[in-house]
């Protein structure tokens, strides 16, 4: 008989809110799983359920400071765990020393719980592909813009140009952050979390 590796005792709770179209949402590891709660609705899913661990740095235009843990449960659920509160319009608190703390605890129980999981960092390789074409594709248009149509509008080519610079060193960050790879469940690759506060 095949004995199961002791359940983790201690309960570790995060609370989040990602979008305008979401309610609050509180995660918690309990013994032997996730329990999220969202306004009175509760669903629990065992930690050896979860297949597929996926960290990753996800900026956007408001939240440049933004890092997301998702997971796949072998039923096809999916669950995305965000290190900033939506507050309001292009308003969002920072809770990153609490989401880091909840994402190594996760993988902490995960480790004895669900000892099968894959985990992954940064995006999927087809999004990667994706999403390099699209800001090539961007900048040349950009580019051939400002060179052909700046005398028309030098203003305007000016900031254009402006941004074309400021895109690339962000562009390069963010790929670098964003590479693709498997990761050994207690080696968490420190580009796809928040950094410690000392």
């Known amino acids: 008989m095949i004995s199961q590796p002791p359940p983790i005792t ?10 305008l179209f979401e309610k609050v949402r509180t995660f918690t590891i309990e013994g032997a799983k996730i329990r999220i709660e969202e306004e009175g609705r509760t669903t ?5 359920d979860i297949v597929d661990v996926r ?13 997301e843990c998702l997971l796949q449960a072998k039923d096809g659920i999916k669950i995305k765990i965000g290190n900033l509160f939506y507050l309001g319009v292009a308003d969002f608190e920072d809770r ?18 669900s000892p099968n999981c894959a985990f992954h960092s940064g995006i999927t390789q087809t999004s990667l592909y994706f999403i390099a074409a699209f800001l090539i594709g961007s900048m040349l248009t950009l580019a051939f813009l ?27 960050k963010w790929f670098y952050k964003n590479k693709p790879k498997k990761y050994r469940i207690h080696a968490i690759p420190t580009d796809v979390l928040p950094p ?3």
């Open 196 to 198: 410690k506060v000392s």
């Open 44 to 48: 629990d899913i065992l930690l050896s």
């Open 10 to 19: 201690a309960a570790t709770s995060y609370e989040t809110r990602l979008t």
């Open 96 to 113: 990153s020393p609490d989401y880091r703390k909840f994402v190594v605890a996760l993988h902490v129980a995960l480790a004895k719980l």
């Open 55 to 67: 960290c990753r740095y996800h900026p956007t235009r408001f939240q440049l400071n933004r890092f």
């Open 146 to 172: 400002i060179l052909f149509l700046g005398a028309s509008f030098p203003g305007m080519a000016v900031v254009k140009l402006i941004i074309l610079i400021l895109m690339i060193p962000i562009s390069i």
